[in-house]
């Protein structure tokens, strides 16, 4: 069981634009920025998005994020083949000693 | 270019030892902290814990506290993580990365560890 709440899965066609949840609480995502993984298969997880909205050097404009509260989101437009992955959303948190607690993740399908 | 090398898949025993490396390069390397994730095939990622390569200061993940330990080895730009007896239970993708600010940084590719009889 995760600390943060995805959705298992998410899909969209090509050129769409996907919506992927992450919920947590007041001790993660309620008092930390939320950082998003894109983990492309066979592949090792790479840095998406990190304080809350900042793409990370080399990511298109098409991905974005945002933070309410205790809640997350990662956009996707234009939605692309290759944008085919799993997407975890991640954050700190004072109940694991200050560590990272991640979503279990949502695999993003493109049909 | 900032770059995370980990060492290449283990297949060990029930009860067996092992240590498995992480090599930084591109950086200076005592001056972050370096994250170790597990992944089970299949499933998601959970933080095993974290050590500052400058002092070896280390945070664990209570899951892991007792059940692995993080050490690094400046001289060798290095961080390591190992086990006294291994379990079945072990098997898992193991991923080190980079810990700033801005989260998990590059991440290495991963030692893939197999623990069966």
């Known amino acids: 069981q995760s600390v943060l709440t995805q959705p298992p899965s998410a899909s969209g066609t090509p050129r769409q634009r996907v919506s992927i949840s992450c919920s947590g609480s007041?001790?993660?995502?309620?008092?930390?920025?939320v950082i998003w993984y894109q983990q492309l298969p066979g592949t090792a997880p790479k840095l998406l998005i990190y304080g809350n909205d900042k793409r990370a050097s080399g990511v298109p404009d098409r991905f974005s994020g945002s933070k309410s509260g205790t809640s997350a989101s990662l956009a996707i437009s234009g939605l692309q083949s290759d944008d085919e992955a799993v997407y975890y959303c991640a954050s700190w948190d004072d109940r694991l000693n200050g560590l990272v607690v991640f979503g279990g993740g949502t695999k993003l399908t493109v049909l | 270019e900032v770059q995370l090398v980990q060492s290449g898949a283990e297949v060990k025993k029930p009860g067996e030892s092992l240590k498995i490396s992480c090599m930084g390069s591109?950086?200076?390397?005592?001056?972050?902290?370096i994250a170790w994730v597990r992944q089970v095939p299949g499933k998601g990622l959970e933080s095993v814990g974290i050590?500052?390569?400058?002092?070896?200061?280390?945070k664990y993940s209570p899951s892991f506290q007792g059940q692995v330990t993080m050490s690094v080895d400046k001289s060798l730009n290095s961080a390591y993580l190992q086990w006294r007896s291994l379990k079945a239970s072990d098997t898992a993708m193991y991923y080190c990365?980079?810990?700033?600010?801005?989260?998990?940084?590059?991440w290495g590719q991963g030692t893939l560890v197999t623990v069966s009889s």
């Open positions: 050590i500052f390569a400058g002092d070896s200061d280390t």
């Open positions: 007041s001790s993660n995502i309620g008092s930390y920025n």
């Open positions: 591109g950086y200076n390397f005592d001056t972050y902290w």
């Open positions: 990365a980079r810990q700033s600010s801005r989260g998990f940084d590059p």
